[in-house]
């Protein structure tokens, strides 16, 4: 089944990749928001989409959608690489470089297998590091391993259940939880639900 979207939707589409392409430069300047405005739209940029009825999660668009916005995670993180090499002394960005490597091969091993137990076998443990750490610089706050210890840890282990939640059960189906959110957000602007 062929979609043909809207003006509105293809402009739409439009300033989402758009804004995902541009935002990323935002971390170079504004490192800790920057990566958060990232995030945020990296976590919103379905939701918009399905706001204005543009069904990401039909069979026919999911594979394209899915590879789209990995690859533009794949962009975000590199600027977040970039900016943890080149602001932050060894070990901190020899681990970074590590995590992100190893997040890169199992993206890689995910991609060529499609078994989604890579991608909990090598969870975005990167992110989580490199936002810890520019938490504790923005802050002014002693970046030692005593003082990253904790907040690291738990970082880690809410990313690990995350990625056995999404990737590893089967409780609920891919997206049902984001159309029910959506169509309460349409019924208050009065537009009828999927």
Not at 17 to 38: D, E, M, Q
Request: hydrophobic share 55%.
């Amino acid at each position: 089944m062929k979609r043909n979207f809207s003006f509105h939707q293809k402009l739409l589409i439009f300033i989402v990749i758009f804004l995902r392409v541009i935002l990323p430069f935002s971390i170079l300047k504004y490192c800790l928001w920057g990566s958060f405005a990232c995030i945020f739209l990296d976590w919103m940029d379905h939701d918009i989409l399905l706001f204005v009825n543009i069904r990401v999660d039909l069979p026919h668009i999911t594979p394209i959608y899915q590879k789209f916005d990995k690859m533009l995670d794949t962009y975000y993180l590199t600027f977040l690489l970039i900016l943890v090499l080149n602001n932050f002394s060894q070990p901190y960005s020899l681990i970074c470089l590590g995590l992100y490597i190893y997040r890169m091969l199992g993206f890689i091993a995910f991609e060529i297998t499609k078994k989604r137990i890579f991608l909990i076998l090598a969870p975005n443990f990167f992110e989580n590091f490199c936002l810890v750490i520019l938490f504790f610089s923005k802050f002014s706050l002693e970046i030692n391993y005593k003082s990253l210890f904790l907040p690291v840890l738990l970082s880690f282990i809410v990313k690990m259940l995350q990625e056995i939640f999404i990737h590893g059960t089967n409780l609920i189906p891919k997206y049902s939880v984001d159309v029910k959110m959506v169509n309460g957000i349409r019924k208050i602007f009065g537009r009828k639900p999927y």
